[in-house]
């Protein structure tokens, strides 16, 4: 099961419509996130957005029960497709959707325990927002259901490297979502309304997903849903691994909110969700980038094509900090004065320098994202599994070493110190050894150049600041100043003659 062939060059000419298509759907999101949290902390107050996160975060866990699925279906799918392995992808398709139907159940079963005899005393809230909460964690719970199995379907994009298709009826949904749960809150409804909008588009999703990927492969649903022992044990390997390597990831992700609502006041977790999520503006700008190295490392792993794996991991990485670093700089300078005039509600209160913590781990983690993929994509789940362990089990012993004292700077810092120590004593020296590069020399060529060009942007905001004028306007100038400079400083000091010459041969070898 396949997607049709490009022509000649038109790998090149889909990825780029993969990663275009990519930030449209980045920015359509960015924007409805960007123009609905203020109206969502607004109509629901502080204590009720941080209901709603907490919500999602007892949800999103439930979702690790896949056990690995989803990166299997993935990475299998791009290669035994590179291979012509009709029979495997047909059995591959088949297992996975019985595989996630029945952990879609289980994850269903135990939501609805959780809203029904949760721990919900160990939250500060009010019983009328605990009430909320019982609804709210029983319909997403609901939604799983319907979540779990459909995934197969979001997956035969991703597999099949057909992010376009993805990303345009991803914008449709995501504009769809955004106006019914804006006219439900301007008419004075609740948390309650907003999970069964989710359930609701859920729903939807699935008939666009059929109505889309039946056209683009006939065969699919007659496809019968069946588990196929063979299948599960030439992937069981991979796919356990790498559940557990995305429970640590992303996990720690949410487990840092967990710790905050237990170790502080649950009021407090909305502005640190706030800055968290401006700082996420990093990691959203390489999105759309990273994840397409997945499925397309993996298919050069397949060929054994040694020597563009390595270009790809040094380009990739230096790319990956190239986007993140204006962004990054942006708002080290401006982002206290940008959260203020987004969300005045939400984040009154918030601790200096809070903000400033995030963006650097988040910029960290923009850089460490390609390593990560491209291990994944050569079978080294484990490692990266072993890896993140580390990094989780370090993190949550510093929190809760640093929140007593430091509060919601003790988080933040916490989170950064072990980012730093395991990505660049671990991660990185076992990716350039993975991938036959020099360590000091990767480093220099695609961190060390980056950070040179955002010094002289960094000295220039950092003069612009007092004199650029408060509200949006002045914001928006200061961004496009920041912009433009630090194309200039890329330019300049970002890459070399020697650096431009291997990327157009990577451009070369992906058109061919």
């Known amino acids: 099961m396949t997607l049709p062939e490009a022509s000649s060059g038109g790998v090149a000419r889909r990825w780029l419509a993969n990663v275009g298509s990519g930030y449209a759907d980045a920015l359509v999101g960015g924007l409805v996130f960007l123009a609905l949290t203020p109206v969502f902390v607004h109509s629901l107050g502080t204590g009720g957005y941080a209901v709603w996160l907490i919500a999602h975060t007892f949800i999103f866990y439930l979702g690790f029960l896949d056990i690995g699925f989803g990166h299997a279906q993935v990475r299998f799918h791009a290669r035994w497709a590179a291979g012509r392995r009709t029979q495997a992808l047909h059995g591959l398709l088949a297992t996975t959707t019985a595989g996630l139907f029945v952990a879609g159940l289980a994850a269903t079963v135990i939501g609805l325990l959780i809203a029904w005899v949760g721990p919900l005393q160990w939250f500060d809230a009010p019983p009328a927002l605990r009430g909320d909460l019982r609804v709210v964690l029983a319909l997403l719970s609901l939604n799983l259901l319907l979540a779990f199995p459909s995934a197969v379907l979001s997956n035969l994009y991703r597999g099949a490297q057909r992010f376009d298709l993805a990303n345009a009826r991803s914008i449709v949904l995501r504009l769809i979502t955004a106006g019914a749960q804006l006219v439900c809150l301007l008419q004075g409804h609740g948390i309650i309304i907003l999970a069964a909008i989710e359930l609701a588009m859920t729903a939807l999703r699935i008939l666009l997903d059929l109505a889309i990927l039946s056209s683009l492969l006939p065969d699919l649903l007659r496809t019968p849903v069946r588990w196929h022992p063979r299948t599960w044990r030439g992937v069981r390997r991979f796919a356990l691994w790498s559940a557990f390597e ?7 992700t949410q487990l840092e909110q967990v710790l905050i609502v237990v170790l502080l006041p649950l009021a407090l977790l909305t502005p640190y969700a706030l800055s968290t ?15 397409t190295f997945l499925p397309m490392a993996a298919q050069l792993h397949a060929e054994r094509n040694d020597r563009q794996l390595a270009q790809l991991l040094t380009a990739g990485s230096k790319m990956a900090i190239g986007i993140a670093a204006p962004a990054a700089v942006f708002l080290w300078v401006f982002g206290d004065a ?6 005045p509600e939400g984040v009154a209160g918030t601790p200096p320098d809070l903000l400033r913590i995030i963006v650097l781990n988040c910029l ?7 390593s990560a993929m491209m291990l994944l994509a050569a079978g080294r789940v ?5 890896l993140t362990l580390l990094e989780v089990l370090l993190s949550t012993l510093l929190i809760v070493a640093l929140v007593p004292r430091y509060g919601l700077l003790g988080v933040a810092a916490g989170l950064l110190i072990a980012n730093v120590f395991i990505g660049f004593a671990l991660q990185v020296p076992i990716a350039t050894a993975v991938f036959h590069l020099n360590a000091p020399q990767f480093l220099w060529t695609s961190l060390g150049r980056v950070l040179l060009a955002a010094t002289p942007v960094y000295a220039l905001a950092s003069i612009l600041q007092p004199h650029v004028p408060a509200g949006l306007v002045g914001l928006m100038l200061a961004a496009g100043a920041i912009g433009a400079a630090y194309l200039v400083a890329l330019l300049l000091l970002g890459t070399t003659a020697k650096e431009r010459a291997g990327y157009i041969v990577l451009w070369q070898e992906m058109r061919r």
């Open 364 to 370: 960290i983690s923009t850089f460490l994202t390609t």
């Open 338 to 343: 940008a959260l203020a005039l987004w969300s």
């Open 246 to 252: 995305d429970l640590l990831v992303d996990g720690a």
């Open 277 to 291: 999520a401006a700082a996420g503006v990093l990691l959203l700008a390489v999105g759309p980038l990273s994840e």
């Open 382 to 386: 484990r490692t990266i599994a072993l």
